[in-house]
């Protein structure tokens, strides 16, 4: 078999180089980069096969992508969080730093549209609580497509629940008989927020009328409904256990088909689906992409290592204590979830531009 001396040996001749250094580092360049296109699961297998004097050179050449810091740009909000605590663990696998960036009016469609023409390099990604952005596109005119960035994965998934005051209705079949008979008042966090979409989805799909009344985030919206100034609300279980342990709210079912493993306060909670009923529902995560156009070979390293920081016993256990729970999507079954949703979205776009 031939070894590393022998191959460096080789290199020098064909290329016609002076000495083994420059053969050296010409090898180190053209595996760098060979190790960037054809990913890590088969560069761990050609690693295997090979001698272990050359397996030792290879897997001591890093790929090409990452070399230098990565910037997340990111919201206020539960995905910040999120991501500053995934972030660390992301670096470990890729060995640069991951820098996150919290910009002010996230929220708007500035910070999306700047995005679509971000360099495709690998070195700036966004991340946000999906399908927030394809319900801005549908709130207004946008000059950009949230089908069009770059899918790497989905980590975190929030369960919605429906919420009302604690001594209104004790279960669901209660609260969709008063629904059926008059027009329900709900608060929302804020308009064209995710649980706006749910509880128009659920709305729609209970044939029930809801007078929708935006707040100013979570807490304003389940202090109204612990008030009693609205009949219900739609809330992230993130939001709601202080609120449950006070007293102040009854939480009737999960929008979504099936639950995760989240606190214990919503163990006996039903889905919707397990009291009889099919609704359409669009699943809240928290995901990170790229600009349009980024390789498919740097979407490979950057989904890779997001998929190793998913799994890292202290991140899962550490969402599990704030009502997230893993439920990873890589970057095709994300890319796929995008599509089914749009549609779903656009059939209430003229309400969301109202």
């Known amino acids: 078999m031939m070894t590393r001396k022998e191959f460096l040996e080789e290199v020098m001749k064909m290329a016609n180089l002076k000495d083994l250094k420059q053969a050296d580092d010409a090898a180190r360049a053209v595996i760098s980069l060979t190790k960037l296109i054809i990913g890590p699961k088969l560069s761990k297998k050609i690693a295997k096969i090979s001698p272990p004097d050359l397996r030792e050179g290879w897997e001591s050449i890093k790929p090409a992508f990452p070399k230098k810091p990565i910037k997340i740009i990111t919201g206020p909000g539960g995905e910040d969080a999120d991501v500053r605590k995934i972030a660390p663990y992301v670096q470990k696998y890729l060995g640069v730093d991951v820098l996150i960036e919290n910009i002010m009016g996230f929220w708007g469609k500035t910070a999306f549209e700047k995005f679509q023409t971000m360099e495709p390099d690998g070195y700036t990604l966004i991340s946000y609580t999906f399908p927030r952005s394809i319900v801005i596109e549908n709130m207004s005119q946008a000059n950009f497509r949230t089908k069009d960035f770059t899918p790497i994965f989905a980590w975190s998934a929030g369960e919605q629940l429906l919420v009302v005051p604690p001594d209104t209705y004790k279960t669901f079949d209660e609260f969709l008989r008063d629904a059926k008979i008059k027009t329900m008042t709900g608060a929302i966090p804020v308009r064209?927020?995710?649980s706006h979409l749910a509880g128009l989805l659920l709305a729609d799909g209970l044939g029930i009328h809801v007078n929708w009344m935006p707040y100013e985030?979570?807490?304003s919206s389940l202090a109204a409904l612990a008030r009693r100034d609205v009949d219900f609300t739609i809330s992230l279980a993130n939001a709601l256990p202080s609120w449950i342990k006070a007293g102040k709210i009854r939480v009737l079912a999960m929008l979504a088909e099936r639950r995760g493993p989240l606190d214990p306060s919503f163990q006996n909670i039903p889905?919707?689906?397990?009291l009889g009923y099919d609704i359409d529902y669009v699943m809240v995560r928290h995901v990170v992409e790229a600009p349009p156009n980024t390789p498919a070979h740097i979407v490979r390293i950057l989904e890779d290592a997001f998929n190793k920081a998913a799994n890292e016993p202290?991140?899962?256990?550490?969402?599990?204590?704030?009502s997230f729970f893993v439920d990873p999507l890589n970057a095709q079954e994300l890319s796929k979830e995008v599509a089914e949703v749009y549609p779903k979205i656009e059939k209430f776009k003229e309400i969301l531009k109202k």
Do not use: P
């Open 192 to 194: 064209g927020g995710n």
């Open 217 to 219: 985030g979570s807490a």
């Open 271 to 274: 889905t919707l689906k397990e």
């Open 314 to 322: 202290a991140y899962v256990e550490w969402a599990r204590k704030n």
